[in-house]
């Protein structure tokens, strides 16, 4: 499936439907990937997705931006 990132920090937040149904795709192709600068919630959304695929689905980020520059865009969000 793929998804523009634009479109995912448009919803605000995943319900937990469709953030079950993200998780589950073998693959999952997000572009534009940090085009639109994320807000709070749309971060911590996407973040806590890659989380939960990491090392178990495939997800294929494209993007304007090198790696490198992604934490410039990223707001770094303290954990407890």
């Known amino acids: 499936i793929v998804f523009d990132f634009p479109y995912l920090t448009v ?3 995943l319900n937990a439907q469709m953030h ?3 998780v589950r795709y073998d693959l999952l192709i997000i572009d534009e990937w940090l085009l639109t600068p994320p807000n709070d ?3 911590q959304d996407i973040l806590e997705l890659m989380d939960r695929r ?3 689905k495939s997800t294929i ?3 304007q931006f090198t790696p ?3 934490r ?3 707001v770094i969000i303290p954990t407890g």
């Open 72 to 74: 410039k865009r990223l």
């Open 20 to 22: 079950r149904a993200l």
């Open 41 to 43: 919630q749309a971060q």
């Open 11 to 13: 919803l605000n937040c």
């Open 54 to 56: 990491c090392g178990l």
């Open 61 to 63: 980020l494209y993007s």
């Open 68 to 70: 490198e520059s992604w």
